[in-house]
Structures are given as C-alpha cells and as structure tokens.
C-alpha cells in the first residue's frame, strides 16, 4: 500500500518523514497495529466460538470454507504476490485429494496421516510444473495451466489409473467419528480443518513479511529489476509454484475428508475459475482476503440462488438466472471495491481512523 | 422430558424442531398442509443440459397444489442447484435434510453428486427416491435401504443389445463405440454380461471417446476399417449425429444399435439427417414427443397441456420435459398411498410397493413394479426402428426385472 491510495495522503505527503504514514493514524483510540492485532484476537475467538453457536449443518458449510480459504490463499501467494497467473489450481486439489484419498480407502492409512503427504506431494508436483512455466508469461502461463485444469478431471478418469483412483466412480471415504466426545462430528471436522488452517495462515504471513516475501513481490512488481538485485527468480518463481500447490494440496486433502467422497468432477475447471474470482473478490496480495475469498465461493452461488428464488418464486425457468444473479453481484462488488473487499474494509479502516 | 423420550426419535427431533405434526411419527417436513420434497439438480455447469428435468418436475408439483395437494397436503418442492459438483450437492443436501427439514429427496440428478450423498442419505435414514441416473448401483435394499432408482439401468439395456445381436445376428462381427465414463461403460458391462464368450469372439474392435472430444469420425473410421457389420452406439445425441452422419460420408451400412440416451428425433436424427437415421435400432420406454405415432395420444396431450400452462417456457420437443413428467406420477402415487402416515418409514414402504402402477409418459404396457428386494421402478422397455419419421417399435415389451443386484 502506497500513501497516494489513502484519502489523507495530501496532509502526509509534504510533512512525513517517515515512509509509513500509519504510525501516526489512531482508530478508536488505539494505533493502527494495536487495532490490528485486536481485530486478529476478536477473529480468532469468533471463528473458535462460532461451531457452539449454530447447527452442525453451518458447521460443515463453515470447514468448507476453511478450506477453501486455504486453496485461495495458495493462490494469492502466487498471483497476488508473485505475479503468475493460474487457471489451474484445481489441479493441485485434485492432486491432494486423490492423494489423501488413495491413501485412505485403498491403502487403510488413518486420514490425519494423509494431509502432509497431500502437501508434499503437491509442492513436488507444483515446483516441477513451475520450472517449464518459468518461460511462459502472464497469459501464456494462464493457458498451460488452463490446460492443467481441463486435463486434470479427464486423467482421473483414466481406465489404467482405475484401481486407485476409482475412475469415474469416484472413491467413497470412510472415517472414524469424533474423538472428543463432547464434540459432534461436524464440530470435530471444523477443529481438525482449523487447526491446518490456522498453521498455514501463520505460515504465510511469516513467508511474505521475510526476506522471500520481499524477493516474491519484487519479482512480480519489477522482474528485471528483481534479477539485478541477485535475486535467483527462477528459483523463487518455482519455489513460490510450489508452496502454491502445497496449500493446495492439503486444502484438497481436508476437502476430501471433510465431503468423504471424491470423484473427477469435484475439480473441474469452474473449480478452477472460482478459486481465482474468489481471490480477485476477496483482494489480491493480502492474506485476509483469502478467507473472503473462501467464503466468497461456497456462498455466493447459494446467495444468488436464494435471491432469484426471492424474485421469481414459482417460476420453474428462473433457475437459469442463477447465473445471472452471480454475474450482478459480481460486477457490483468489482464497481464498488475495486481492490477486492479487504481492500475495501482497509480503505474504510483507515477513512475511520484519524491522527491522533 | 420424561415424556419425550417415550415418543419415537423421529418425533423427538419433530418436537425439539417446534414443527406442528398431525400424526406422532410423521417425517420432518410434514405438517398438516404441507409436505417439503427436497432436490438437487445442475442449474449451472457443464450438465446444465438436464436442468430441464428439475424445472418440469417444479411445474409437475405447481400443477399438484394447483389442483388441491395430496390427501390435503400442498408439495414444497425445493430445489437447489448444484452445478453438478458432487461437494455442492453434499453441502445443498445437508442444508435441505438438516435446515429446510425434507421429509425426503427426489430425482436428485446425476451419478457422481448421487454417490456424493449415497452413504448420508442412509445414514440419516432419509428416503432417497428415484434417483435421475441410469447407474447400476442405485438398486440395493440390503445395503442401502433408503435409495430407489428410477430408470431402466444402463446395464439393463446393454443386456437387450447383447441378446439382440446374439438372436438375430449370431454370426456378425461387431464393432462397440461407447463414451468413456461411467455411462459408457456401464452399458459395455451389460452387453458382455448378455454375450458372454461370445463377446471376445464376436467383437473386433471397440473404441472410445471422451465427452470433451470435438468428433468421433477417427474412431468411426476406424471400427468401419476393422470390417464389423454390427455397430454398438453408445453414445450421446451430439456425438450419435456426428456418427450417423460420418457412417453415411464413408458409406458404412452396418446394423446399428443406437442407445437410448440418443435415440431421440429433435437431439440426434434431424441434426444427423433424417434420411441417414433410417434404419436405426434402439430401446426406449418414453414416449418421444417429437414421434408422430403419439400427436394423439391421451397422455402426451395432456403432458403439452400441462407444459402450456405450467412451464410454458420448456422446450415442447425435449423428451426431458416427459421425463420429468413421469417420474412426478410416481412421487404422487407414494404420497398418496402414504395417506396419513407419513413416516419416513411408510414412504419407504410405499415406494417399494409399486404393482403394476403405469407410469404416464411411458410406452403402452410400461409399469412400474417395486418389493422389498426390488428397487428398480421401470425396467421394461421396447425395441424401435427409426423409419425416417418416427421411432417405430417392434417385438413385445422386453422386462429385465430383477429382484436384486
């Protein structure tokens, strides 16, 4: 974030020495960072909270947000701090599911075994992919990954995979119930979820405040200029591909524990298309913004659908206008909040907040 | 409390859900105006094509309440999309069994989102009636005693092929195209079930193609090239036409035995040709409205009455709209022999006790039968032969049913 995108940055620009103009901000009587962190605590203890208040239906819904919180984030280290373009972060759920699930229901492992294997397998799998994508730029790289999404559904289906993956049936996962007893099941799933979910959120924002950080965003926002500084990019841009598909990974391994079922069409290319309007929604380079984004997709289909049903009640053809209704708020939200909606709250944090 | 535990625990979560039951035991969902019926069905995404299914069974029930309910009762059909995604459809589902509170699913569409909910359903003890999906699994009492289908199952009809070819044509070679996914290959388990030995022997090459392939001339060229005079289609509309009309480019006349799923005159002959279609074999149970054979027939009648008024926004030639139609009557007549009683359990009972019930939208002399090991509804079907107007059918209605797989 720049001074210029602030609404004071006129009163800022010609008396601060400092290059932060945060510091002297105050919103509600505390400092930026003091507001910061109570906002972190206040969030934590209501996504920690929240499972004892509602039913276990909303729990589930919940957990899946959590993951797919996590595949967005993986994402957004990607594009929105690194600057390559992916249409096929399906493919790495996909990986990482079939991972936890292969492991599972073929081979019998207990399922909290299986989520760091999902990972590392789909690190392997996005580091190598990373290095030929190293050629490819912007558009170029979203086509190959396009292709890695649309080939994805159709290589699970393949007959001499069969055995493993289940083909076209799918793979029907069996797991043991909670093992606290005062938690119900769709409880225990938001725990277990949460807990990888919390690590990896923790693990991002330390990866880019760091030195990795710096050489990521430097490497999007100028890449000559990131190579004369001695940073190796080839090495950053596959290493960044690979964590990428890390969280993916193990954001499709919870899925697949969390659904117990897995079959091709679970990760399709609208799979794929979602995960990146959700982290465009939710606000690139920025680590919030990814559970925006997570929520962003499980509920926004069923939002619109609500709000058609509103309007056309009765009406059996009104079902195609789900998309519809999609494509509106859509273009609202991009209208209204260009910088994604934690752009959007920021901008607003910092209207409220005043010096002090 | 002490009084609630004597209820029974479908009653218990009635009570503890503030839901006014007319009789103790009734399902969730079921008051003394009302019964929800939850659905899923893909409004969106790339199987969109069937949406038409859920939207016609929404007017099947507008018409239902329109005309006084059932026993009383008005339907509240909800139906919820889930772009074919069998993750969604867990989640819509969870939200229809456990918020909305359906007194059961019907017609939820597609194999992979039903196999998604497969083992909740059960578990929940929530029926799971008619499932819109050919697959073979759908019909297994002891294992999963709330899951009926609907459909003739794929297999079902592979095995007819695989009679007919044997029957009629024992000394041909036969060549098998089939869409490569649990569709195709379900069909493929049917006619090697039917032929047996004589599969290995009588078939001289079999090939595939993926549901995102843009054409099937190179394999159509390729079962011409293995010298079969039987071709086995088993295949969707889009891909059926490219076929026929590939067949008639390179002169290949061969017996074809053409799948149901395209054997439609709107979707496959006229695009393909009507004139290169002629002569081609299938199997249906549905009454396609586009044949001429049925422009007067009572039943379709009123099915385009009920289209005109109801959901007059379908597509009048689309045999999905019957379809839908259909297997609506057989929702209805479990309701309404369900009477009073509306438990979960009764609405089992009720589906698994169809006898001889004629299924409107079907073939003269289709009916649905269902028992306690039977949970296959339609299992009857008829041979046609295209004559360039119409699907006209031959032989006697050919039954395949089974007490249990």
């Known amino acids: 974030m720049t001074a210029s995108t602030l609404p004071d940055s006129g009163a800022n620009a010609g008396s601060a020495r400092r290059p932060n103009p945060e510091e002297s901000l105050r919103i509600f009587g505390m400092s930026m960072q003091q507001f910061r962190r109570s906002s972190v605590i206040v969030g934590l203890l209501i996504i920690l909270l929240l499972p004892f208040t509602v039913e276990d239906f909303a729990v589930f819904q919940m957990t899946q ?8 984030l993986g994402l957004n280290l990607l594009t929105g701090f690194n600057g390559q373009f992916s249409l096929g972060h399906s493919a790495f759920m996909a990986l990482g599911a079939y991972t936890a699930g292969i492991m599972m229901a073929q ?3 207990a399922y909290y075994w299986t989520i760091i ?9 996005g580091f190598l992919f990373g290095l030929p994508a190293l050629r490819l730029e912007g558009l170029y790289l979203a086509l190959a990954t396009f292709a890695l999404a649309t080939a994805t559904p159709q290589l699970l289906k393949y007959e001499h995979f069969e055995p493993w993956t289940g083909g076209v049936q799918g793979l029907d ?19 277990f979820s949460l807990f990888f979910g919390v690590l990896l959120f923790i693990g991002a924002w330390n990866l880019v405040r760091g030195r990795t950080g710096r050489a990521m965003i430097a490497i999007r926002d100028n890449p000559i200029a990131a190579s004369t500084m001695g940073i190796n990019t080839s090495v950053y841009k596959a290493t960044t591909f690979g964590v990428s598909g890390f969280y993916c990974g193990v954001a499709g391994a919870l899925s697949a524990i969390v659904v117990e079922f897995i079959a091709p069409e679970s990760f399709t290319i609208i799979h794929a298309i979602l995960l990146l309007i959700a982290m465009v929604i939710g606000g690139l380079a920025s680590i919030p913004a990814a559970i925006i984004g997570g929520a962003f997709i499980l509920y926004m289909p069923n939002f619109s659908e609500a709000v058609v049903d509103a309007f056309f009640a009765g009406d059996p053809s009104s079902k195609a206008l789900v998309w519809v209704s999609f494509g509106v708020v859509m273009i609202i939200v991009v209208y209204i909040m260009p910088m994604g909606v934690a752009g959007f709250i920021r901008w607003n944090v910092q209207k409220l907040a005043r010096r002090g | 409390m002490g009084k609630t535990y004597t209820l029974t625990s479908g009653a218990t979560v009635a009570f503890l859900a503030g839901i006014g039951v007319a009789v103790a035991g009734n399902a969730p969902g079921v008051t003394d105006t009302e019964i929800k019926i939850g659905n899923t069905n893909p409004y969106s995404g790339p199987a969109s094509v069937y949406s038409t299914i859920g939207k016609s069974i929404s007017a099947c029930f507008a018409e239902v309440n329109d005309t006084g309910g059932i026993n009383g009762r008005k339907i509240n059909f909800i139906t919820y999309d889930d772009g074919y995604s069998p993750p969604k459809t867990k989640e819509q589902i969870r939200k229809l069994v456990e918020k909305d509170k359906v ?8 194999t992979p989102t039903n196999s998604a909910i497969h083992r909740y359903m059960n578990k929940k003890k929530v029926p799971h009636l008619f499932v819109a999906t050919g697959a073979t699994k759908w019909g297994q009492p002891d294992k999963f005693p709330w899951t009926m289908g609907f459909q003739p199952n794929y297999q079902t009809i592979g095995r007819i092929f695989g009679n007919y070819i044997l029957q009629n044509h024992p000394k041909s070679k036969v060549a098998v195209l089939f869409q490569n996914d649990d569709y195709g290959k379900d069909y493929v388990i049917g006619v090697k079930d039917a032929m047996g030995d ?13 549901v995102t392939d843009p054409t099937v001339a190179s394999q159509i060229i390729s ?14 509309p889009k891909f059926a036409a490219q076929a026929i009309k590939k067949m008639d480019a390179i002169g290949w006349k061969p017996v074809h035995l053409l799948n149901d799923v395209a054997a439609t005159i709107k979707a496959t002959y006229t695009p393909a040709g009507l004139d290169k279609s002629k002569g081609i074999l299938s199997v249906t149970y549905l009454k396609d409205p586009n044949d001429p054979e049925w422009a007067n027939d009572p039943e379709i009648k009123a099915w385009r009455a009920f289209m005109t008024k109801y959901y007059p926004k379908g597509d009048r030639a689309n045999a ?31 589906a698994a006790s169809f006898k001889k019930f004629r299924v409107r939208g079907t073939l003269p002399g289709i009916v649905a039968n269902t028992g306690p090991a039977d949970f296959y509804p339609v299992e009857q079907m008829q041979m046609v032969r295209f004559d360039g107007k119409g699907n006209v059918r031959f032989g006697p209605i050919i039954s395949a049913e089974t007490s249990s797989e």
């Open chain 2, 103 to 110: 007194a059961l699913t019907f017609q939820t569409l597609g």
């Open chain 1, 107 to 109: 081979w019998e492992i």
């Open chain 2, 223 to 236: 079962l011409k090239n293995s010298g079969a005079d039987v071709l086995v289609n088993i295949s969707i």
């Open chain 1, 65 to 72: 947000v959590i993951y797919l919180s996590i595949a967005v």
């Open chain 2, 198 to 210: 004589q599969y290995a022997k009588m078939v001289v090459k079999e090939e595939s193609y993926e």
């Open chain 2, 320 to 350: 999905f709209n019957v379809y839908g139609w259909a297997v609506c009557s057989l929702m209805i007549d479990v309701l309404e022999r369900a009477g009073d009683n509306l438990s979960r359990d009764n609405i089992m009972k009720m």
């Open chain 1, 173 to 191: 996962l069996f797991k043991d119930d909670s093992p606290i007893a005062f938690l119900s099941n769709d409880q225990w799933w938001y725990y």
């Open chain 1, 117 to 125: 294997p999902a990972g590392v397998i789909c690190f392997a799998a």
